[in-house]
């Protein structure tokens, strides 16, 4: 009897939370409301008390983050080509640039030692990744980001739950200075279904960016409203934001148990010839996804293959960005970011959600290594 297909990525919904949602839709109040309120209270919470405000999705918190931050046609954005491409496409869709900066082939996350070397007149901001949920050195970030006077929008779509020098992403770096964007969508380690979250610098009105989320309305006591500004419909429902607050107790669990399964994949993958291996950091990293570099010379497309026919889903995250034709439309080539290039061709995701079992993990070594030799 062959083993049941194992996913890449699944979430844990307990059945607290699907009870819970059952009551919501019972409510008849289903979009925003209540429980998106108490879902940003328990977010702030988790920020140290910043302000945040519920999204429909991270990417719509980039793109309203980068209108809050006054940027627009002219403007130029700095951010790696080695993530998912919404972090770029939402540069784009404000009018402005992306200016792409090589990774460290290391920490595959945006190389900062190249960052002020790309810093233009126009500049306004800087958006790093915390690629697989490796937070991005806080302290060189902002030291680079307050010596040019620029704004700072923390992709941590993968990374909440993670640190840099023990504190929380999100909460004590960047207050004055930095946006922090969360995606809580199905593959993330919380998960409202579909949606996210931006926490807010000090400097920034919460109303603007209230507006900005629901079509620029303005509401007045008397009834009456106003549009001063030219929103969006990014709002987050009450149905996504109960299963969040379902997530959210369980957060610091689901990354230890993603630790504990990334060191079994450390372990049992460490002598496999010409594997690349993610870096070992169990002190910060909420260690989103594990991902193994395919040796040189693999064929990826054949490596998937092989791993599905053994019942084991594998992902590709990502593929440099700037490879993609709407990006070389732009005048980006293949060269331009070895770095990350080399990375997107070889970089495979294999499957870590809290649910699974050691079992798992020695399931999928096993039959990494039994795939290899057939994929080169």
Excluded at 143 to 166: F, K, M, N, P, T
Excluded at 353 to 363: E, K
């Amino acid at each position: 009897m062959s083993q049941e297909f194992l996913p890449f990525t699944r979430p844990s919904i307990d059945e607290a939370t699907i009870a819970e949602l059952g009551n919501v839709l019972r409510s008849g109040w289903i979009t925003s409301g209540p429980k998106v309120q108490a879902f940003e209270s328990a977010l702030s919470e988790h920020c140290g008390g910043r302000p945040v405000r519920a999204f429909n999705s991270g990417t719509a918190t980039l793109e309203v983050a980068l209108r809050l931050a006054g940027v627009g046609a002219g403007d130029t954005v700095i951010t790696t080509p080695l993530t998912w491409v919404a972090t770029a496409n939402v540069i784009l869709e404000v009018g402005a640039t992306p200016i792409l900066v090589d990774v460290d082939p290391h920490t595959r996350n945006i190389d900062l030692s190249q960052v002020e070397a790309a810093i233009r007149p126009t500049t306004k901001a800087i958006i790093p990744v915390d690629l697989a949920g490796l937070p991005v050195d806080r302290d060189r970030l902002y030291a680079i980001a307050d010596r040019h006077g620029l704004r700072v929008i923390e992709d941590a779509a993968q990374s909440l739950g993670a640190s840099w020098q023990g504190k929380p992403i999100g909460s004590a770096f960047g207050v004055g200075r930095g946006f922090v964007s969360f995606s809580f969508h199905a593959n993330k380690n919380l998960t409202t279904s579909e949606g996210g979250a931006l926490v807010l610098p000090a400097d920034i009105d919460t109303g603007l960016c209230e507006r900005l989320r629901l079509q620029g309305v303005r509401r007045f006591p008397d009834g009456g409203m106003d549009v001063d500004v030219l929103g969006g419909k990014f709002n987050l429902t009450d149905i996504a934001a109960t299963i969040g607050l379902g997530q959210l107790p369980h957060l610091a669990t689901f990354t230890a148990r993603r630790r504990e399964l990334a060191g079994a994949y450390l372990a049992a993958l460490r002598d496999v010839p010409g594997l690349g291996l993610p870096p070992a950091d169990f002190s910060q990293s909420n260690w989103h996804m594990f991902q193994p570099l395919l040796p040189p010379g693999t064929d990826r497309g054949r490596f998937i293959a092989g791993m599905k026919a053994q019942g084991i889903g594998v992902g590709v995250h990502y593929p440099a960005l700037h490879l993609f034709s709407l990006y070389r439309a732009l005048g980006f080539k293949e060269g331009d970011f070895p770095c990350a290039e080399d990375i997107g061709r070889r970089t495979v995701t294999l499957p870590l959600f809290p649910a699974m079992r050691d079992g798992d993990v020695a399931r999928v070594c096993t039959a990494l290594t039994v795939t290899l030799p057939e994929s080169t």
